[in-house]
């Protein structure tokens, strides 16, 4: 495989892994990103595969500039909507069957960016980095006429763990270095995949989330 070979494996045992990727994680986050990173490395050491929250990092998430311009696009759909609807917002429901035609779905193509927290050093390019999937629930909305206000919630997935494509394609750390030549990747990878530790050390779902409440005046 490339950039993981037998030196990878010389001499070294399950702890050498461990400290070569919490001190990758370490470089990688600061201040209380990092304890929640370290946090991250111990749960995935402890092989249950179970959904990981941390209030914290859902904040860290929320506050993000690219999370921030998500919601400002998803809130400018929807107030689209509303007002072209006279607040009527019926036909924003949509189900699995008829998802890819719904407005919602239909108008989010090519226009809305989805997040990414690639930071170098804040935590979240290590804890993060990219999404899995996303959920957007519209769970209040109050209308009297000319005035809406309505309450988003957001849920973003991600998951925790290494594939091939991690450590072999030309991703970049920050333009320095491939993951794959980074010792703390190459030893996570080695955990999760190695026939060695038949799949005690398992990758997990990671999820934020948090509400938004939106107001306006129909024109």
């Not at 509303?82 to 719904?102: K, P």
């Not at 909305?141 to 091939?164: A, M, P, R």
């Not at 030309?170 to 799949?199: D, E, P, S, T």
């Amino acid at each position: 495989m490339k950039y993981i070979n037998w030196v990878d494996f010389l001499g070294l045992e399950v702890n050498d892994y461990v400290y070569s990727w919490k001190s990758l994680v370490k470089m990688a986050s600061t201040g209380d990103m990092q304890d929640i990173a370290l946090d991250m490395v111990n749960h995935f050491m402890d092989g249950t595969a179970t959904d990981y929250w941390n209030l914290v990092l859902s904040q860290n998430i929320e506050e993000h500039s690219s999370s921030k311009k998500y919601i400002l696009q998803i809130s400018d759909i929807t107030n689209g909507y509303i007002e072209n609807n006279d607040g009527d917002i019926s036909g924003l429901v949509y189900n699995e069957n008829n998802r890819e035609n719904s407005y919602m779905v239909s108008k989010m193509k090519n226009v809305v960016d989805e997040p990414v927290y690639d930071d170098a050093f804040s935590g979240l390019g290590i804890c993060v980095d990219g999404l899995y999937g996303n959920e957007i629930e519209l769970i209040s909305y109050y209308f009297d006429g000319t005035n809406y206000e309505y309450t988003l919630k957001f849920t973003l997935y991600d998951i925790y763990g290494l594939d091939s494509a991690d450590i072999e394609a030309n991703k970049m750390v920050k333009k320095i270095a491939g993951f794959g030549l980074v010792g703390g990747f190459r030893a996570w990878y080695i955990l999760q995949h190695c026939n060695l530790y038949g799949g005690d050390y398992q990758p997990y779902i990671t999820y934020s989330s948090f509400e938004k409440t939106i107001r306006g005046t129909l024109q």
